[in-house]
């Protein structure tokens, strides 16, 4: 289990959160989008950080509930999620970790992390303070989500591909292969997700064994098109 420092600021804000929860039994992981991949890292979190959660299904109502007497609510957007601020630290709760482009995919995704609560979830502390977290295979795949998401939509940059790289380089021994792999294959999303690693192997020079699948020349061929796209971001 990793023991990580963050400002003083930082942790106030993660202990008071967890507490919340916790004491009122609501299951609960740290998201770590984009902006929180440091937190895997084990670097510290910049002063422009927030905190990015997820609260499972089954307690989200009360959650809401819970949150909204407790903390001051800075905004509410019930498409995606309600965002609250503990000190000066923004706190969202997502209603959704990734989005996928069908719905039976989304359906598939959205079960799932609702099946990781509890004992199955990571663990990290954060100086004194124990705070559940994606395990790194499930992690991996909602990392490209967002990767995904944003090169659909033309707004993805390179610094994207860096961080999901930085992410395999230092997990890349915690990650199930067939698991990932097996999971991938139900999302129908094997192949972008090996083409997109081509880029962190050919263009990005990660060590290939750092990627958990194998990279052919298939995968390379969409690469430079990955790529100019990027670019051009």
């Known amino acids: 289990m990793e023991i990580l420092k963050m400002p003083n600021n930082r942790i106030a804000a993660v202990d008071n959160l967890s507490n919340l929860l916790h004491e009122n039994k609501i299951d609960f992981f740290v998201l770590n989008g984009l902006s929180l991949t440091r937190l895997d ?27 909204k007497e407790h903390l001051q609510t800075s905004e509410d957007d019930s498409s ?14 997502f209603y959704q970790t990734a989005f996928w482009d069908s719905k039976s995919k989304q359906r ?38 967002h990767i995904y998401h944003l090169y659909k939509s033309r707004s993805q940059t390179i610094e994207h591909f860096l961080e999901w790289k930085k992410f395999f380089e230092e997990k890349h021994d915690e990650i199930v292969e ?12 094997l192949r972008e997700f090996k083409a997109f690693g081509a880029v962190l192997v050919k263009a990005l020079d990660m060590d290939e064994r750092s990627f958990p699948c194998t990279i052919t020349d298939s995968d390379q061929s969409s690469m430079v098109e990955i790529m100019e796209r990027v670019i051009d971001n």
């Open 41 to 67: 890292f084990g670097s510290t979190w910049s002063n422009d950080d927030g905190i990015n959660f997820y609260v499972f299904s089954k307690d989200r109502e009360k959650a809401l509930t819970l949150l």
């Open 80 to 93: 995606g999620y309600c965002q609250y601020t503990i000190g000066s630290i923004p706190c969202k709760l």
């Open 108 to 145: 598939y995704w959205d079960n799932l992390i609702d099946s990781y609560f509890g004992d199955i979830l990571d663990h990290v502390w954060i100086n004194d303070v124990e705070i559940p977290i994606l395990p790194p295979t499930l992690y991996a795949i909602n990392l490209f989500a």
């Open 178 to 189: 067939q698991e990932l792999i097996a999971k991938l294959d139900k999302l129908g999303m």
